[in-house]
């Protein structure tokens, strides 16, 4: 008898998705007597029972595709930390469907929200797989997500360009790079770029040292400035206050990009025309690079594998290179940081290049 | 005896500009016995004798370099309307360092301001010729300026990867493509990229008239609307103000970016939620398109050609396809704005993509 | 009552052919009470009957595709000059489907061979428009064709990064480039970039010109030499053959590839490593460049154009930069090779480029 | 008193040369009082004693360069097996010039010859460390060599693109990557790029059993079959030959290629048509991509860690994702074939590509 494999995308869309769709499916169908269950825009055509039988053909010519075959959506619960009615109804209509719709086990490929929610119905007794996506690179417990490389490549492409007119207009460019909580996107592509600094939501910022980075430069006969922030980037007082009056403080500012405050500041403090790019959700969007289709790939056929052995309530990974898998309930809700001591940051400083602190 | 020709780059940086030079330089080595003198940062060199006999090696392996190799600096006069005294002294100055450097002639690569001062020299007595660059296509008499289809490519690129992420969040998304007075670039980038509204600065919109694309759209299950937007579209009530009430009207809003405030008035009107890419200056970085360098070595043989044949104030055009020239008096000052009967226009209108209008 | 548009692709894959077809039926379903048929697989689609009544949601999100949604296949006719009984069938055979089809008119979207067959069926009584597409750039009367110039990036874009390893092991790189009959795709290539020789079928070469360039080179310390060489390139002896005598002796060389043959004849004759690149049918493949995702759109939107007009047995073109269209009987069958005199090959004879002759 | 540091590139030109030479240099000039030496075109310059004192301002703006400011050249050693008397000059000659330079140390990057040369240095006293560049992956002891990851983006493209033209033409597409001894380029790209058959110099294949794939794949009513093979790769009756015989085997082929021996072969058993594509040095040559940016840059930072450490007689390596170092002694000499049973491979065969085997 056939295994029934449920499959849903949820969160953020990525590059990757439907590469690693089809590694699951691909792999399912060669290595497993599998019928693959396609649940439509996450976790809500699980509540509703809104899903198809997939047929074989759908799952070729996907692998360069960017988005998500199966639709997505964010996260089902309003507020995860406290189980109101309303989740423990969504939660019980999710175990239903499961069983309407008869499926052995069902693959989850998505964040930090994906996973909180397939940690809750492994728990309640599904048989669950987690697959790490995010452009963020920020679920504990694996190397690197797919999704990541794609989008280092889009932001340092946007740098590169960037070189140019800094140098022949003499300016300072800053260029806001996606990451509220995780500079892991910032600190990759600001290095691979070629930034003068680079600006994390882990490590505030003090903007008079960034200020000295630019006279010094032009006391070096450097006539640009290249700077890489992070959307969640923070200054020092920011991080002293706590988070609701932070956020309470951000929306009050001229400016809502915090690109624009950094240039406004450093053309006030050093008189150097200062500009902008805010390239925005671009860095999310087409084909995933050949690095992010093997990963993909990998993850894909590996949470196939897990399904042949019946192993359950996990999350594929990348440690230390090597592709394995981690218990979701040691993912779930654990963020990743950049630690201001991980071995990209010092390489950057030992190059010169600041942090702002 | 050789002749001696000098070459300046003025204005924004613009794909292109490199090849052009080489163009110029080669042509002129190999079809005259050639000087090359380099002036450094546009008429600012030239008022400040600032420049250098250039090397033939000097102009290897610079084709596909984006930038400049001389540098650049925008047009010397604050007013070129007004003949004022700074700006008499200017000219003097350019006149005897064009003598001090025994120029035969004058290359200038530039946009309408290079030209305008390129047309005020060739009236001097001085023997000019231009060359029209600027990512714009606004100089007139040229079916093309080069470094247009560059930059069109990038904004391209640019809505392509928004498409994927419009379509899975079921947003809207505005996209900020430069040109302040003219709108080619997001005309061409717009229909290449398969926006569904396209604003220009030439055609006053209607942000209702947006707002209802938004609605057709939702009715027809298009979950998404990708709207290329202009920096310096107007809507069609700023298009009834002066030129300086508009200006301090815009000085006044909240969002400085023309697309932060379409997006909040969409989002407003249609309750779909909107949000925007502003990709900036990378529009103008980068090694040139094919396209690009193809003309831009057109433009630098031809201007060679016409020196060749003692021929002066000119400027080098793409007309009807074939290169030729215009009369630099016939060029300065002329501005090309998109006609709203262009037939890119049309075409576009014919696809069902709306202008606003 | 609605017009019935039947629509196919024919002959070699081409970027931008979806992008055209999106453009034709979008136009026809704004600007006239249209239905479209999709015919399959070209004109064998139409002598067999093979086709679907496309729904509105078919042309959506192709604009960007490579190949084409509609399939294609080569030319119907063994020899198109003979019109054998078996090609009199077929002729009778599509007149009867078009009949059978309901169709008002049929809008073909191809090269050469596709053109003779339009104009066929034209002369036979049908409504006929066709589209000039093929990266060979090689159809009369239109300034370009639609996928040139995707394929002159494609191909400067692989000469771009033969450079680097040139220029680092002192070598002679040999790129060959598309193009039986026609040179311009390596024409424009090499140009773009920065190819020191360029081959070409219309101008026959002299190996031993070639070699003196790479001493040339080497006397001036250039220590690597790049040549851009079409597939249907031929020396001055081959020239003077005849062509059945030609392609025999063609058959029985060692190598295949001209490139081959060129760069064994330039190894031994001047002693410098060489070697060759032949990026093949990727000259071919991938989405459409801006340039002629707007072009196609344009093309696509004028023959809906023609079709309102009832104007039939034409051909869209690119006429001095302007959408216009030429009849088909004028078309049908008239080569388009580079002019020895044409302003690209000039240009480039004037910064040193040889073409071996 | 500064430390003098020597840096030479040798063999094979890579994408992230400047990038890792501009990591070293960066490092030292922030972290030690270094003084840096380029030597010229790899171990020749050090045997010739051609070398300048480079100045910091050199190593601006060569981050996103291809090749390497250094040159380089092949192996100093015509047999690096025998210690030839020629061999011992050249030994004896570096020595000498590495004292008349008053080197401190020096930092060699290059691949196996390169690495086998440092080691026999390191074993005369000489301080050296190696860092491991090649788009070939095959260095013993590290994870990733720098260049590997551009050149699977390049290899990848080039497989993208051949696949509209594949599927709309009903071919059968051999693509031959570069690889002669080692696989990991064609197992990486042939994963990413969707390939249907993969062909290593390390599992060797049988034609009739790739046949039988096109068959297959015919009978699922899949009209095309994308092929990836090295340019090494051999057959099952090839493998059984001792090296010399097969070389000679190889030398008598009508196709000197092997992807036109394997498309010819193809062409002979199914009837199905069959091109090749041979992207050649395109693979090696450009920017490098963010991936190899990142890591070049750590690996330069990492050996001037290493001198700063007094640490001598290693080559930096990435070790389960870890910048770490190995013995020069350890990895001189040492393969790194594709293992048959690595987990790019496993995931490849589960999602049902062939190896020929």
Same mark, same amino acid.
């Given at each position: ?11 953020? &869309? ?14 399912? *169908?060669?290595?497993?007597?599998? +019928? ?6 996450? *976790? ?53 469907? $499961? ?16 996973? @909180? ?53 003499? %300016? ?32 505030? *910022? ?8 630019? &006279?010094? %430069?032009?006391?070096?006969? @450097? ?29 009050? $500012? ?36 050949? *690095? ?48 201001? +001591?991980?071995?990209?940051? @010092? ?11």
């Amino acid at each position: 008898m056939s295994i029934r494999i449920g499959i849903l995308t949820s969160g953020g &869309d990525c590059p990757g998705l439907n590469a690693a769709i089809r590694g699951v499916a691909r792999a399912a *169908y060669q290595t497993l007597d599998a +019928e693959i269950v396609g649940i439509r825009a996450g *976790y809500r055509g699980l509540i509703d029972g809104d899903y198809q039988v997939m047929q074989q053909s759908q799952f070729s010519g996907i692998l360069t595709m960017g988005g998500t075959i199966l639709g997505t959506s964010r996260t089902p619960f309003r507020n995860m930390r406290v189980v109101e009615e309303d989740n423990v109804d969504k939660v019980h209509a999710m175990k239903m469907n $499961y069983r309407a719709m008869r499926l052995d086990c069902l693959v989850t490929l998505g964040g930090n929200g994906t996973h @909180k929610t397939a940690n809750l119905l492994a728990k309640e007794g599904l048989n669950v797989i987690g697959l790490p996506k995010t452009i963020d690179n920020d679920i504990f417990g694996t190397d690197f997500t797919f999704g990541f490389h794609t989008a280092v490549d889009i932001a340092t492409d946007v740098i590169d360009r960037i070189h140019t007119t800094a140098a022949s207009h003499s %300016r300072c460019m800053v260029i806001e790079i996606m990451g509220n909580k995780a500079g892991w996107l910032t600190l990759y592509a600001g290095l691979a770029g070629g930034a003068d600094v680079i600006l994390l939501p882990e490590i505030p *910022y003090d903007i008079n040292k960034v200020a000295r980075v630019i &006279d010094e %430069r032009a006391r070096l006969n @450097k006539n640009f400035t290249i700077i890489a922030v992070a959307e969640g980037a923070i200054t020092v007082e920011e991080a002293a206050m706590k988070r609701k009056e932070r956020e309470a403080a951000q929306k009050e $500012y001229e400016f809502r990009h915090v690109s624009q405050r950094v240039a406004a500041a450093l053309e006030r403090l050093t008189g150097v025309e200062s500009r902008t790019v805010i390239p925005g959700h671009m860095q999310r969007g087409g084909s995933p690079c050949a *690095y992010d289709r093997v990963l993909s790939t990998q993850f894909g056929v590996h949470a196939a594998r897990l399904i042949k052995e019946g192993r359950f309530g996990l999350t594929v990974a990348l440690k230390n290179g090597t592709i394995g898998e981690n218990k979701l309930s040691d993912v779930a809700g654990v963020p990743k940081p950049v630690n201001p +001591e991980d071995q990209v940051v @010092k390489a950057a400083r030992d190059i010169n290049v600041s942090f702002g602190d």
